[in-house]
């Protein structure tokens, strides 16, 4: 099955080996994305509300640069470092998703990349 890969100068550039998003199929994966300043590349100031609003803005560059938008997620992952967080990723979340929401997991973990408080993926359709 061909792969076609998705980007945008409105993100920050990976700082690993992978795609910001890839096609396969009707289905579009897109890579875990944290609180990136796409003019900078370092993690935005602020708790986790400031870096899921930086994730969702990046999310949906990534979504827009493959012809894409909120409307066709149909699976978010979020990780968490601190479960005393979710809260204030809900609330970010709940402005970004209407009914019927994507089906979603919420994982904690011990550290993430760049020292993020939080990161998020999505599946698309």
Known sequence: MPRDVYTTDRIAPPVGPFSPAVRAGEILYLSG????????????????????????RNIAAVLEAAGRGFD????????????????????????????????????SVAGLPLGAAIEIDVVAR
């Open 33 to 56: 994305q944290v609180a990136q300043d796409p003019s900078t590349g370092k993690l935005v100031d602020g708790g986790v509300d400031a870096q899921a609003s930086q994730i969702f």
């Open 72 to 107: 066709d997620v149909v699976r978010v992952g979020v990780y968490l470092r601190d479960m005393a967080d979710f809260k204030a990723m809900n609330a970010v979340y709940e402005r970004h998703f209407a009914r019927p929401y994507p089906a979603r997991t919420v994982i």
